[in-house]
């Protein structure tokens, strides 16, 4: 073989050698960038999606699974008094487990984000003939006793869910506010409530039930 071609072929030899270590380099800084992003976008305290990412993944899964998506709202009953009352360590440890309890539920079939304070949200897929049962199993769960190390602290929380096929659309907007308007529809009860078509004429103030706190008096129509 000709000197020429040899040296051209152990070039493109030395070439690519040299160029699947920065391959691999690169690959590894976009995957820890990836992360870093991911890390950013949970909440601090209890790993979560926030709201952003926990929005991309509920839409991804209603647009998905259509009428066998379930979206849920979820607020802690009471928390302002547990942490009057027990300390923001006491109130920090019923976040976190609530948290965990959403995440166990959901499993590999949806999503749990926080939405802020005390109120989180969630999506998953689901047999529609399955959904009564496992809210209720949700219910069950979500108010077991927290330890907050010295002693239990009582827990009650508020449930509202809806479904494409109910409310008549698979945009997620408007699946959290029917969500929350069955949510205050069986506040304080310990009972997840299952929107239904009433739910969807309940009036709102920008996605939340008029007269909750953080809405104005006046509101409009979903």
């Given at each position: 073989m000709p000197a020429p071609t040899l040296l051209r072929r152990r070039s493109r030899r030395l070439v690519i050698a040299a160029a699947v270590p920065l391959a691999l380099a690169a690959l590894a800084d976009d995957v820890r960038v990836r992360r870093r992003l991911d890390a950013?976008?949970?909440?601090?305290?209890?790993?979560?999606?926030?709201?952003?990412?926990?929005?991309?993944?509920?839409?991804?899964?209603?647009?998905r699974h259509r009428t066998d998506a379930l979206v849920l709202l979820v607020d802690v009953d009471h928390f302002k008094q547990i942490n009057d009352t027990h300390g923001h360590a006491a109130g920090d440890r019923v976040l976190t487990v609530t948290a965990q309890r959403l995440t166990d539920w959901a499993g590999s079939h949806g999503v749990v984000g926080r939405l802020g304070g005390d109120e989180f949200a969630a999506t998953v897929w689901v047999d529609p003939a399955r959904?009564?049962?496992?809210?209720?199993?949700?219910?069950?769960?979500?108010?077991?006793?927290?330890?907050?190390?010295?002693?239990?602290?009582?827990?009650?929380?508020?449930?509202?869910?809806?479904?494409?096929?109910?409310?008549?659309?698979?945009?997620?907007?408007?699946?959290?506010?029917?969500?929350?308007?069955?949510?205050?529809?069986?506040?304080?009860?310990?009972?997840?409530?299952?929107?239904?078509?009433?739910?969807?004429?309940?009036?709102?103030?920008?996605?939340?039930?008029?007269?909750?706190?953080?809405?104005?008096?006046?509101?409009?129509?979903?």
């Open positions: 950013a976008r949970r909440d601090p305290l209890t790993g979560l999606h926030l709201r952003d990412g926990y929005t991309s993944r509920a839409r991804q899964i209603v647009g959904r009564r049962p496992l809210l209720d199993q949700l219910a069950a769960a979500l108010a077991q006793p927290v330890d907050i190390g010295d002693r239990l602290v009582d827990v009650a929380v508020s449930i509202g869910a809806a479904t494409p096929d109910i409310v008549g659309t698979t945009d997620l907007y408007s699946l959290q506010r029917t969500a929350d308007a069955a949510m205050y529809a069986g506040k304080h009860t310990g009972r997840p409530v299952l929107a239904d078509r009433s739910h969807t004429s309940v009036l709102s103030v920008n996605g939340r039930r008029a007269g909750r706190p953080g809405t104005a008096s006046l509101g409009v129509a979903l």
